[in-house]
Every structure is written in C-alpha cells, then in structure tokens.
C-alpha cells in the first residue's frame, strides 16, 4: 500500500485542508502562507519559518522519497506513477480554476507533483531498459 499511494498528496491535502477551513478570498490564503511559524535568532539575524516555507519543505521530502520509490519496476510502482500524474492533474486544476490555490506555495507544490510524475516515469524506463539488457542476453 505504501509503494501505490504518491506522497506528495499530503502537502496538497495540508494547503487545502488549510484554506479551505480558514476560508476568505484568495489574498488572505496567499497571508495565511505568510504566517510565521516561530522565529530562530541568529547572528545574521533572525530567521522565521513561515507555514508556506514548511509545507514546500514536507513536498520536498515527500519528493525525495517518491523519487526513491519510483526506482522500480513492479506493479505498484507504474500504478503509483498514474496516481501521481493524478495528483499532478488534480493540483494543476486547483492552481489554475480555484482562486485560493493560485499562490506561489501551491505553484511549487503544483510542479513537485509534475516533477514526479516525469522522474517517475524517466527512472522507471531507465531501470527497465537496464534490467532488459541484463537479462536480455
């Protein structure tokens, strides 16, 4: 079950879980992005995490992981390559149709997903190839 689900639904899922239940126009979800989350003072200056800069950040690792399963070349792996072109299609109609969605946090949500629906299917082609030339003679 783990290899078919593409992860990187749960940052769509936490933005739209967000907005949706915070309501208002799409300016203040593009505020509520902006919100600091707690603030680390450094000698530099301070450095604040703000809730949109978390979320690309668990997209980021929900990437890296896909990236890793994406390698390879069962059953669930193209399946879970179909979801995530899904996720991808889902995500891009969000980003472009409903105006709380058309942030810059949602847009690099938006290209993770098509990131890893390409990678997804490079890597897979690429690793098939590679096992049909191994066993292939």
């Keep these: 079950m783990f290899n078919i689900v593409p992860l990187l ?5 936490i933005y739209s879980a967000i907005v949706i239940f915070a309501g208002g126009d799409p300016a203040s979800a593009a505020a509520m ?9 450094l000698v530099s200056g301070p450095w604040a995490m703000k809730l ?3 979320l690309i950040i668990i997209g980021m690792i929900m ?9 390879g070349t069962g059953t669930a792996t193209i399946i879970n390559h179909g979801l995530s072109m899904l996720v ?9 149709l409903v105006g709380r969605f058309g ?3 949602f847009f690099l949500i938006t290209i993770m ?3 890893d629906t390409v990678a ?4 897979t082609i690429v690793a098939a190839r590679r096992d049909l030339a191994v066993g292939g003679e």
Excluded: Q, Y
Excluded at 9 to 13: D, G, H, K, L
Excluded at 33 to 41: A, G, K, Q, Y
Excluded at 88 to 96: D, E, K, N, S, Y
Excluded at 120 to 123: C, E, K, R, T, Y
């Design 103 to 105: 942030t810059s946090v």
């Design 63 to 71: 990437m890296f992981i896909e990236l890793v399963k994406s390698a």
């Design 9 to 13: 639904i749960i940052p769509v899922i």
């Design 33 to 41: 992005m902006d919100n600091t989350l707690f603030s680390i003072p």
């Design 113 to 115: 997903a098509l990131m």
């Design 88 to 96: 991808f299609v889902i995500a891009m109609a969000l980003f472009l």
């Design 120 to 123: 997804g299917f490079v890597v």
């Design 52 to 54: 949109g800069d978390l």
